[in-house]
């Protein structure tokens, strides 16, 4: 069975200091057989790097988007370099909103991707993790617009893999209480979407760092896309340090084992690969 991280940060995103090589070898130091790197992308928060700015590998402290020109660079020299120790993919993590949508099926044109993770991270240009997007909105009328956004993304956005840490909002809104009953008919309405267009859900194995009370998403989640015939699933950690990589992931698959899923998935130019748990 293939151990597999699909969801791993790296120096080229805002919120991490980990170099993109250091991450390689510790993963291989980990017996880990295959990582993608899924590089933060949030358009409408953060602007992209200009050709004239200097971007400062290992000392960067500027709030944008992945440089490309150098991300694909190191990835594309990472992954022939370390070809016979472990296989290195290709991703970012799209953090996704309806009005940016056409930045990012430019950005998707732009380059070659094994693998997109589309996460909900903003609304509006509101930030989850400050409370911008939260203030005065009641829990419940967050999770509305939430799921209504991500409806609204997949609907219209169809280059991606997998959805990201599904119920993300509930880190910021009440770790100990999960919404599921309330929110069931709008994740229910998603997963048909995501299953109909032949993509996938992710379990991001954060939520026990983040010490939320449930998975993420929950173990309800997980069940109702199982129950609908999803298959396409991935395991991440979402990685941001050393001691983040590879966490949880054997877990995690004997949950999902447990739930009845028969196979996990890793990625190769954005086709779905099936591994038997």
Known sequence: MIYADYHVH???SDDSWYLMEDVVKDAIQLGLEEICFTDHVDYGVKPDWKSDEKFQVGMNKEVKNVHYDFYF??????????EEKIKVKKGLE?????????????????HDFDFILLSVHQIENKEFWTGEFQKGHTQ?????????EMYHLITAYKDYSVLAHMDLVRRYLDKEVDRFEYNKDKIERILKKVIEDN????????????????LTPSIEILKLYHELGGTIITIGSDSHK???????IEES??????????????FDKMKPIFHEL
């Open 242 to 248: 050393p001691k983040h990589l590879g966490f949880h």
């Open 140 to 148: 419940l009328e967050s999770y509305d617009r939430y799921y209504d």
């Open 94 to 110: 799209f953090g996704m909103q309806v009005h940016t949508i056409p930045q990012f099926e430019k950005l998707f044109q732009s």
């Open 199 to 214: 993509k996938g859900i992710e379990v991001n194995t954060s939520s026990v760092r983040y010490e939320i009370n449930g």
């Open 10 to 12: 790296s120096d080229y």
């Open 73 to 82: 660079s190191e990835l594309n020299k990472l992954s022939k370099k370390y």
């Open 253 to 266: 698959k004997k949950l999902l084992k447990g739930i009845g899923y028969t196979h996990f998935c890793t």
